[in-house]
């Protein structure tokens, strides 16, 4: 029986990243073991959602489960002390946090005839191929602009979420016209 809605799984996916905004933004954290505590928590928050929903029998959206992958990343780099990462992902900014999303994206439409949309429909991996496509073009307009917290980190994320709504849209209403 399924205890949680689609809806709320959907708003429960996003906690961990609402979480990690709000704590980067609301501090000034120097790159290094500063991170470690909202990669640490945002990680907690998105494996236990994510445990949650895959106990429900719930498909996990790809977007968010490479953002949980990152904070994951986060975490191991932080606690190794593997310096290279952390350097990388300070450098790279959303960037790296894209990347991973795009990593998901890729093996997720590789592998799962579902592709990164997440929905069994019949044109759901061509549609995960032109999401794949926006993103590589996200992480390069994220890297160009780094340093403006607007076009840099929010526009990349809202085009990439609201891109991938809309194909799985475009997706369903495709196979619902063409039975």
């Not at 959602?49 to 719930?58: E, G, R, T």
Request: aromatic share 12%; net charge positive; glycine share 6%.
């Amino acid at each position: 029986m399924k205890i949680v809605s689609l809806q709320l799984a959907r708003w429960a996916e996003s906690l961990s990243l609402t979480f990690f905004v709000i704590y980067i933004h609301s501090q000034t954290l120097p790159a290094g073991e500063a991170w470690l505590l909202p990669y640490l928590l945002a990680c907690i928050i998105g494996v236990a959602v994510s445990v949650l929903l895959v106990c429900q029998h719930m498909v996990l959206n790809r977007l968010f489960l490479g953002i949980n992958l990152y904070f994951l990343s986060g975490v191991l780099a932080l606690a190794l002390q593997i310096q290279q990462l952390n350097q990388l992902y300070a450098q790279l900014g959303a960037a790296a946090m894209l990347t991973w999303i795009l990593l998901v994206g890729i093996a997720a439409t590789l592998i799962a005839p579902v592709g990164v949309l997440g929905i069994p429909e019949a044109r759901s991996r061509i549609h995960s191929w032109y999401l794949l496509v926006a993103c590589v073009f996200a992480i390069l307009w994220a890297i160009y602009f780094k340093t403006n917290t607007a076009l840099g980190e929010w526009l990349p994320f809202i085009v990439i979420f609201t891109l991938r709504n809309y194909l799985c849209a475009a997706a369903t209403k495709y196979t619902d016209l063409n039975p």
